[in-house]
């Protein structure tokens, strides 16, 4: 008789300073979550880990039961009606029988009512079936709990930024799961946290501390002597008690009877590593001024492809509004040329530009409509004017190594063209992770001068390749990498580098 595996994905990176709201119509990025067999159908053959899981399904001969598929941007936290709405086709297809369940989570999800959203969902399956094998892949940005850990059989999580090995690490947990569930190994997890609440714009393994921890973590998985060594270097935008850094690794208890000390080890070498140098993951900002100028003087010479300015405080990647016009207005001021800007999020603009038609002039106030009480920011529009050079209808498939052959959706895209710059403005938020964000809507992004993108590491899959330079600029916004203006509440103290430990 055939095994039958229950394959979900609910996924949310919650910025608990986020003034952007999470109805369950955002999970699905605005269009809601997919059920049954059309979450199968969405997501097959993609470069996730539910693809990844389908995949380890069909190679065991398993039946897939896909009960739901739901993934939004990150924004504040989804109400409790939402998280029930979400649970609730899982836990029935736990109920009606299954040999094993693979999920592939965030790790920072945080909703009404609960600060720890996957601890939850792994808790409530095990009081539906407490011998339940469960396998589960992690964002590299989780922060992880003691209730995650105990209620897993596997965990592992990415070890790029940006991610592109999200397939990579789902195989790695569904095929331990796998095996496991043959009777080839049984396996065992060992964790640790740190005090440590690190920027993200110093996650990426060539920036930092977390490049050599993964170098070891690969060694180990390559020599056997762990099946998977995971780090975890946590979401700083979410107020709880678990946030933080952390490593989980898995090993072989049904091989070795010392497995459970390697992990240990492993784990503990992996978290001295980042203490040791955890003073690389403060990132210390450039002031905007300074940088623009920096780009305008890069971009005057000869170069082989476009600058990159990068305006991290504001990345919808990381609940940020993407109408913060700080990096645009200064961009002008200093009247930088040939440049292309995306994405700006706002469906007024897009609707006064489809009205008004391609080719038609045009001034309005864009941006800047959102106000944001957690960092004390209000809203601040940029009046601009300019000429609607295309008009779309913001369907895009991802061509990068980011999410392949993904479909998602900008709502109606219109681009304003202001002679100096080209703006997408889009109706709903999305990272500029693709170049399709600028080919589907007619501007050919290697040939610009200047590129300003509304990202913090996720740029880097696409848009790395084809840069001259790069330069970071410093904002505003509720992804502010200076994490001294956000109000924490939860967070476990004393922690580095808030409290001096």
Known sequence: MSKCFVIA???????????????????????????????RAEFAGSNTPFAAFLDIARREGAVAVTPVAAESWPSNMATRASFEALLQPLEDAVRAGCDACFLDLHGAMVVEGCDDAEGE??????????????????????????????????????????HIDMYEAGLLAGDILA????????????????????????????????????????????????????????????????????????????????????????????LAIAWERR???????????????????????????????????????????????????????????DVAIAPIRDPRAVAQMIEAGIGSNIRLELGGKTDMPAIGLAGRPLELAGRVRNITDGEIVFTGPMYTGLRSHLGRTAVLDTGRAQIVVTERHHEPFDLVIFRHCGIEPTQKKFIMLKSRIHYRAGFKPIAAHIVECAGAGVTNADLSVYGYRKLRRPIYPLDAI
């Open 9 to 39: 994905l609910i996924k949310h990176e919650t910025n608990t300073f986020s003034p952007i709201a999470t109805p369950l119509s955002a999970f699905g990025h605005g269009n809601g979550p997919s059920y049954g067999e059309a979450a």
């Open 179 to 270: 095996r496991s569930l043959r009777g080839e190994l049984r396996p065992v997890m060992a964790w640790g946290w740190l005090p440590l609440v690190s920027s993200v714009m110093r996650h990426a393994p060539e920036d930092g501390p977390s490049g050599e921890i993964i170098a070891y973590a690969r060694a180990m998985e390559k020599s056997g002597r762990v099946l998977a060594a995971t780090l975890l270097p946590g979401f700083a935008h979410a107020d709880t008690p678990y946030t933080g850094v952390s490593s989980v690794v898995v090993a072989d208890e049904g091989a070795d009877a010392a497995a459970r000390g390697a992990a240990q080890q492993v784990c503990e070498r992996m």
């Open 279 to 337: 003073a690389e993951y403060v990132f210390h900002p450039e002031p905007l001024a300074q940088s623009l100028a920096r780009a305008r003087a890069l971009g005057a010479g000869a170069h082989a492809g476009p600058v990159l300015l990068i305006d991290h405080c504001d990345n919808c990647g990381s609940g940020g509004s993407q109408d913060v016009m700080l990096v645009v207005e200064e961009i002008l001021r200093q009247k930088l040329d």
């Open 121 to 162: 969902i792994l808790k409530r399956l095990r009081r539906i079936r407490a011998d339940l094998p469960i396998a589960v892949t992690f964002d590299y940005h989780t922060n992880l709990s003691p209730d995650i850990v105990a209620n897993a059989s596997v965990i592992t999580g990415y070890k790029t930024y940006p």
